[in-house]
């Protein structure tokens, strides 16, 4: 653990511990109200089989994407809607729309 020091008025420096934040802990503060119509999808299956590194899976903060016996799976509850899967897509493969008014996720403190 690193020791961070941090200045209090005109006292010396106190230290304290810097701690690390997980992107679990960073997406538990989240809310999530879940649309039954899914607001991305894969445009056309079969171009994700031409796909070889698989960029959507590896980029997506949520684990959305999943890769099972030759097909992609979308998993569209989880997601953040931050957009990232669409940009790392070479094909532009993956279709995305807003979720319904109310709907998707809600950042608690920001």
């Given at each position: 653990?690193?020791?961070?020091?941090?200045?209090?008025?005109?006292?010396?420096?106190?230290?304290?511990?810097?701690?690390a934040?997980?992107?679990?802990?960073?997406?538990?503060?989240?809310?999530?109200?879940?649309?039954?119509?899914?607001?991305?999808?894969?445009?056309?299956?079969?171009?994700?089989?031409?796909?070889?590194?698989?960029?959507?899976?590896?980029?997506?903060?949520?684990?959305?994407?999943?890769?099972?016996?030759?097909?992609?799976?979308?998993?569209?509850?989880?997601?953040?809607?931050?957009?990232?899967?669409?940009i790392?897509?070479?094909?532009?493969?993956?279709?995305?729309?807003?979720?319904?008014?109310?709907?998707?996720?809600?950042?608690?403190?920001g």
């Open positions: 653990m690193t020791q961070v020091a941090e200045t209090v008025g005109a006292k010396q420096p106190v230290a304290r511990p810097k701690t934040v997980l992107i679990e802990q960073k997406l538990y503060l989240d809310r999530y109200k879940v649309d039954e119509v899914s607001h991305l999808w894969i445009i056309d299956r079969e171009t994700c089989l031409k796909c070889r590194d698989k960029p959507c899976i590896i980029t997506c903060p949520a684990n959305v994407y999943d890769w099972e016996e030759e097909k992609i799976t979308v998993a569209y509850d989880n997601c953040v809607e931050c957009g990232a899967c669409r790392v897509c070479p094909y532009q493969n993956i279709g995305w729309r807003y979720p319904r008014w109310g709907l998707g996720i809600a950042h608690r403190y």
